[in-house]
């Protein structure tokens, strides 16, 4: 059992809500739902019954097609997990609720009951197919689970000292220094390669050995992929997926779509695209067509570019056509020596951590009318009433045009300039080059 953030989250809920809401926790396949929610359920009630919809009976589905006698859907349950519930001190959990959409429909009715206190959990994939036929109740609060973060990922590693000494150095604007440098940024190289999927945390720590977590993380795409056939049975959305790793590379101003799905463009689909986006396995960065502190207003749904939610799944996304042994990606990156053409790793990182501090994900490119010159800035993000710029270099190169002829054009909207690399920190002018790693901070 790993030490997820989200349990505080959890137990904010419980507090302030005292009954009167339920709440789902929804996310990606693997990234530890039903373990961190059974874990609360255990330790902050005196009893729980957990409801898996995956392996529920047919006869425990049905209890849900009439709400008129929930003493009897109550008895049942009690009989059936061998749990006696107490008033305002037991939870029910339903796991994998989309598997039974009149269990969630449900929720109206039992919150309003108020006996005891409901928790869901629900893979995005697939869960609005499974809904339009009911009523969401208003009663249901959501949060998003995402993969591992940084700081917990070294949480599992017993590691619990560098994050809160990183965001030290970041508060006070002050270099780490060469030797620190150079640990932390290995250490966060580790954390790409492996991921955050809990197996795949897990694998690491009991073998480490990169083969096997290359194994998990190879099984759990092979589940995605499972998942996206199921609701997308035309292979559009599988195809979209596999080939993230290629269009990062290509360098392109967006995910070229008809280079991967032949006489589609990206207005074709749109419907994938939410799929995709709603699943919880990858990150969309839209374009910014008038880049301000409102971007949401103005992006352009057929402009993206396609990032998998997490970086580990990434690694192994990219060479899942080779045997572990065919290629050296793990040791490259872990020793630093990453090829230039791999750089698209660090940008797929720093989309992660983006995402997971509640930033949508924006980018712009335009004309210099001046030079004649294409100019593209990875990353938009709103700070207070003004706009930040981000350009990620995956070496300790310095240069940041892009960034500047943004900031020219620009100029009333921008707070601040950052430059994510993998050298120490330091200022150019006004601009703030940080180590990636410090992501996790904006």
Request: aromatic share 12%; net charge neutral; charged share 25%.
């Amino acid at each position: 059992m790993f030490k997820r953030k989200i349990y505080n989250q959890l137990l904010e809920w419980k507090k302030e809500s005292n009954g009167k809401t339920a709440i789902m926790v929804e996310g990606p396949r693997r990234a530890g739902k039903s373990t961190i929610v059974e874990e609360f359920a255990r330790n902050e009630y005196k009893s729980y019954i957990l409801v898996d919809f995956f392996t529920a009976s047919p006869e425990t589905k049905a209890l849900f097609d009439n709400l008129s006698d929930l003493n009897y859907i109550f008895l049942q349950l009690q009989l059936t997990y061998q749990v006696s519930l107490t008033n305002r001190e037991s939870c029910i959990v339903f796991d994998e609720v989309q598997l039974c959409p009149k269990a969630r429909q449900a929720i109206k009715a039992l919150v309003k009951d108020g006996r005891y206190d409901y928790i869901e959990t629900g893979s995005l994939i697939s869960i609005r197919k499974n809904v339009k036929d009911i009523l969401i109740p208003s009663e249901e609060e959501k949060i998003h689970m995402y993969p591992m973060d940084f700081e917990e990922f070294r949480w599992a590693l017993g590691d619990e000292v560098t994050v809160p000494m990183l965001r030290q150095f970041y508060e006070a604007k002050r270099p780490l220094g060469q030797a620190a440098l150079r640990k932390i940024m290995r250490d966060f190289r580790l954390y790409m390669l492996v991921g955050g999927m809990p197996q795949a945390v897990a694998s690491y720590i009991n073998t480490n050995d990169f083969s096997k977590v290359d194994k998990v993380k190879r099984d759990i795409l092979t589940l995605y992929e499972d998942d996206f056939r199921k609701i997308d049975p035309t292979g559009k959305i599988s195809m979209l997926f596999d080939s993230i790793p290629a269009q990062l590379t290509g360098n392109a101003s967006r995910y070229q779509v008809s280079s991967v799905l032949s006489g589609n463009r990206a207005a074709d689909i749109l419907d994938q695209i939410a799929e995709m986006n709603n699943s919880g396995t990858v990150n969309i960065a839209y374009h910014a067509n008038d880049p301000n502190t409102g971007m949401a207003q103005n992006k352009d749904l057929t402009m993206f570019k396609l990032f998998t939610a997490d970086t580990g799944l990434f690694v192994t996304l990219a060479f899942k056509d080779k045997t572990f042994t065919e290629n050296d990606i793990y040791s490259r990156v872990l020793s630093d020596k990453l090829q230039a053409n791999l750089g698209y790793l660090y940008e797929n990182v720093v989309a992660q951590m983006l995402a997971i501090n509640g930033h949508e994900l924006y980018y712009h490119t335009f004309l210099n009318p001046k030079t004649k010159h294409n100019y593209e800035v990875d990353f938009i993000i709103a700070e207070k009433n003004k706009i930040t710029p981000i350009e990620v270099k995956s070496s300790g190169y310095r240069s940041h045009s892009s960034i500047d002829a943004f900031c020219e054009k620009y100029s009333a909207r921008v707070g601040r300039k950052l430059l994510l690399y993998t050298k120490d920190f330091q200022k150019d002018g006004n601009m703030e080059l940080w180590p990636i790693v410090m992501t996790q901070f904006l």
